[in-house]
């Protein structure tokens, strides 16, 4: 009897640990966003020109860079990632990638949303990723989740041979 319980308390751990979670989303009401004034935006297009503006204006790095170049998007749900800035088009092995302020922003360009007097620069250089691709995050949380899951029903079914054994 007491096997019985240690299993099926194993199972409910397992079951526990190895279940995807899911955060509610909460509707809330959004404040109007205030343009950032006195912004520098500078643009390296990574063949020697450089192009450097100040006392710009923009409530995000997007569009910061939209009032005064031409860039082009592609969306990913509700992020934007910059594939062209002025016809300088990313190419294989280099994309276009911001600063704020000299640090590296890990967030798309139209969600990090900028102060006054931020330093805004964009490169287009090589990624430090050899899969850089958006929908490889996707597929690494899949992989990552059937690999904890068969990994569960591993030590599980090694519990229930063991107690079986007994």
């Not at 099926?8 to 004034?37: D, K, N």
């Not at 710009?56 to 509700?78: C, K, M, P, R």
């Not at 690494?140 to 989740?145: A, I, S, Y």
Request: with cysteine.
């Amino acid at each position: 009897m007491t096997a019985r319980v240690w299993l099926v308390a194993a199972l409910l751990i397992a079951t526990v640990i190895t279940t995807p979670t899911s955060e509610a989303v909460r509707g809330t009401i959004e404040q109007p966003v205030l343009s950032a004034t006195g912004v520098t935006l500078v643009i390296d297009f990574g063949n020697g020109t450089v192009a450097n503006t100040s006392e710009q204006t923009g409530s995000n790095v997007l569009d910061l860079t939209e009032s005064s170049h031409e860039v082009e998007i592609e969306w990913f749900g509700n992020l934007a990632y910059v594939t062209a800035i002025d016809g300088m088009p990313s190419s294989a092995g280099q994309y276009w990638q911001y600063w704020v302020n000299g640090e590296y922003a890990s967030v798309a360009c139209n969600l990090y949303e900028i102060d006054d007097g931020d330093v805004v620069v964009w490169n287009r250089t090589e990624s430090a990723y050899s899969n850089d691709s958006p929908e490889q995050d996707g597929m690494d949380l899949v992989t990552g989740v059937m690999i904890v899951g068969s990994l569960g029903g591993a030590i599980l079914t090694l519990l229930y041979v063991v107690t079986k054994r007994r």
